[in-house]
């Protein structure tokens, strides 16, 4: 009984610092690049061209990491993953916070970017060896909601202070390190390979399977590309296009983050829609949501709603993803939900490069209408109509719900 008791404190001890770690490496160090682009843009001279490749550049080492932190994980060396995370976060942040050019600023980001990816797959394997398997499911939930604490604290740092972007990257880069040992110093570190739970670099099932997996690999692509317009280019538009104040813009991405805590929810709208009508109706919110953003963006109210829509229908539609995984293979829906999650940043990365292009030579509204476009073209990659079956239906709303140990939804 008190080992028990022992387990379940430092179960929650590790579930605080993970919560931290997300909400540092995510909502920080990876979407702060968005957070801060107009002072970016101000202080280097950044063409909305440039720093849409700046932002693909944060999201393709994202994947990188993702990949390479899979592997250390199923090898034993989570705990090692972990500070990969941490330190790559930190390292990032101050290479950020000390640029004296654009080169070296999309360096930092790129690097600062890649801590998210390695994030994941530690703390995944931290709370399956740390907590008890009957609070596992929630645990791995309260860790994932770090992303959008980590994006209401940047806006309440943007209210604060919104001309000290220089000394808020540092101070992320030493929140980076201190939490990152807090988890470590949390975690009760299992020492099997390829423990349940953990996350395979390897892919769902047959990777070889182009017919299984690629509906819903097309379909998070083309997602991806859509939300990458308000998650790069959200509050620039905002402030450059609707020439709203900073301490406004700050606000909004409060709206941004906190939204996102609600999204989900997805459990609950599987399980009441089905997927097919789940996956159609997250991705046309948020569409609209970037449309409604692009036609008034000098509005606070209607930019207000517009980033609360799309907050909420982000994390929701990456809560479908995790469902979709599970739905097509079960045995393979960890495999299969790092691959949908990875083809969602894929998407993020390729369509930070032409967004950014399309608002240099034409505008941002119109960048964003694009945006907004890709999301509604990816409605049409959902299941061509809904597959029956009682098992089936119970694994997609298990999934969903964030009932599969090991394969958290996750704002990505």
């Keep these: 009984m008190v080992k028990r008791s022992l387990r379940q404190s430092s179960g929650t001890r590790l579930v605080v610092a993970g919560l ?24 280097f001279g950044l063409s909305a061209g440039t720093a849409g490749v700046v932002a693909a550049g944060s999201y393709g080492g994202y994947c990188a990491a993702s990949v390479l932190a899979g592997r250390l994980v199923i090898r034993g060396r989570a705990r090692a993953t972990l500070w990969l995370a941490g330190g790559s976060a930190a390292l990032g942040c101050l290479l950020v916070a000390a640029a004296w050019s654009g080169a070296v600023l ?17 703390l995944v394997a931290a ?19 770090g992303t959008g604490a980590g994006v209401v604290a940047g806006g309440l740092l943007v209210l604060a202070a919104p001309d000290a972007w220089r000394w808020s990257w540092v101070g992320f880069a030493a929140v980076a390190v201190g939490v990152t040992w807090w988890a470590d110093r949390s975690a009760r570190w299992g020492s099997t390979p390829g423990a349940p739970g953990t996350p395979t670099p390897t892919g769902p099932g047959d990777p070889g399977s182009f017919r299984r997996w690629g509906r819903p690999l097309l379909a ?44 989900g929810a997805s459990g609950v709208l599987v399980a009441r829609v089905g997927l097919r009508r789940a996956w159609i109706s997250t991705v ?32 929701a539609l990456t809560g479908v993803l995790l469902a979709w995984a599970a739905e097509r293979d079960a045995t393979a829906a960890p495999g299969g939900a790092v691959v949908l999650f990875v083809g969602l940043t894929v998407g993020q990365a390729a369509g930070a490069g032409l967004l950014g292009a399309v608002a240099g030579m034409v505008s941002p509204p119109v960048a964003f209408h694009v945006a907004a476009g890709l999301l509604v ?33 996750r704002m990505v």
């Excluded at 709370?127 to 909601?145: D, K, M, W, Y």
């Design 377 to 409: 073209l990816s409605a049409g990659a959902a299941e061509p109509r809904e597959r029956t079956g009682t098992r089936t239906a119970e694994r997609v709303r298990a999934a969903a719900a964030g009932e599969r140990p090991g394969v958290p939804v």
């Design 106 to 122: 999309a360096l930092g980001a790129l690097i600062a970017g890649s801590g998210a990816g390695a994030a994941t797959p530690a």
């Design 127 to 145: 709370v399956a060896s740390t907590v008890p398997p009957a609070g596992e499911p929630r645990a791995q939930g309260v860790v994932n909601s």
């Design 284 to 315: 046309v919110v948020a569409g609209g949501a970037t449309a409604l953003l692009a036609a008034r963006p000098g509005d606070a109210v209607h930019a207000g709603v517009a980033l609360a829509c799309f907050g909420g229908a982000f994390v």
């Design 20 to 43: 931290t770690v997300i909400a540092v490496t995510y909502g920080l160090a990876r979407y702060g690049y968005g957070l801060y682009l107009p002072e970016f843009r101000a202080a």
């Design 220 to 263: 998070a692509v083309l997602a991806g590309a859509g939300c990458a317009g308000v998650w790069t280019f959200g509050r620039d538009l905002v402030a450059g296009e609707g020439g709203l104040p900073d301490r406004v813009t700050g606000l909004l991405w409060c709206v941004l983050g906190a939204a996102g805590l609600l999204g």
